[in-house]
DNA sequence: TATTGTTATACTCTATAACTATA
DNA sequence: TATAGTTATAGAGTATAACAATA
């Protein structure tokens, strides 16, 4: 009834919705962490620390899809905030370990209430079954074509 | 079971995987324009000429979400490669109508169809029934919250 | 010589502001 | 005076390349 863009037009195909519900999704994400001083990206090296301890800088780079010298001003940024903290490894000492702090832990879970509320205003029209299939589709995408985690791109405003 | 990253944990929040996947999504098309010599948001513009004919930069600015100088950069490009022709408006010499040439048509239908491949390799693992929720929940989405018709951000490389 | 992290630099994208012409 | 389009400039974000310390 309403689809003014349905079947093969550009703003019907998977692609384009996702590019720019996606953009949605990350502008409102970036809007509701700017009072932390965060932004997405942040947020998203933040998780992988999370998610897997003890990882060189390089390594995050490679896992994460960026260059190496954007983790550094990324790193730099949440040392600053006392999110995380630089271990030199005592057997290399090029490297440096990244470790979430206590702090750094307790802003992730803020960053994570601050999603779940976008989550909320972004899915509220959607039956709790077209939700379920939302996230199910959403999960096999992201498991499937994201063998690395690369980071969430930040709007561009 | 393949779960690291379900439940509240921020890269298993909607919010987030649409943001990754929205990236991944808007690089792939990227990639498959690139040799048109165009980027997604010259698609957008395209798209939305399109869909609604004659109308002036200024309303394709507010209209798009974007400032009216980007809308001349983005005309300019289209109008180098003959996809678009510029039509002083009679009674208003100050305001440009924008119009689709036919070669124009063309490279969106080109466009449509580079989209549709994206969307097969992005979609290539979910079932028939996965992916009919998927299409129908973006849908919902994207006419739900996109009163305006924002152009899809460009992945920044 | 190769690798890790860092710094310096350049490039892309987009917005803001100043300007021209029409109204 | 106000508006449509254009041009000039600036800012954010990220990559590339050169560099220092360590292996």
């Known amino acids: 009834m309403n689809d003014v863009n349905a079947g093969n037009s550009i703003p019907g195909t998977v692609a384009y919705r996702l590019g720019v519900l996606g953009t949605i999704a990350a502008d409102r994400f970036a809007a509701a962490i700017d009072p932390l001083d965060l932004k997405p990206k942040h947020v998203g090296l933040m998780a992988a620390l999370d998610a897997n301890t003890g990882a060189s800088q390089q390594d995050l780079a490679t896992r994460l899809g960026v260059v190496p010298s954007l983790i550094v001003s990324l790193a730099d940024h949440l040392e600053r905030l006392g999110a ?35 989550d909320a205003t972004l899915t509220a ?14 999960a096999i995408l992201a498991t499937d074509t994201l063998p690395k985690n690369p980071l969430p791109t930040p709007p561009n405003p």
């Open 125 to 138: 029209r959607l039956t709790p079954h077209q939700l379920q299939s939302l996230q199910e589709a959403l």
């Open 84 to 118: 995380i903290r630089r271990e030199r490894d005592a057997t290399d000492r090029r490297r440096q370990t990244l470790a979430l702090t206590d702090q750094g832990r307790q802003l992730l879970t803020t960053c994570e209430q601050a999603a779940t509320e976008v």
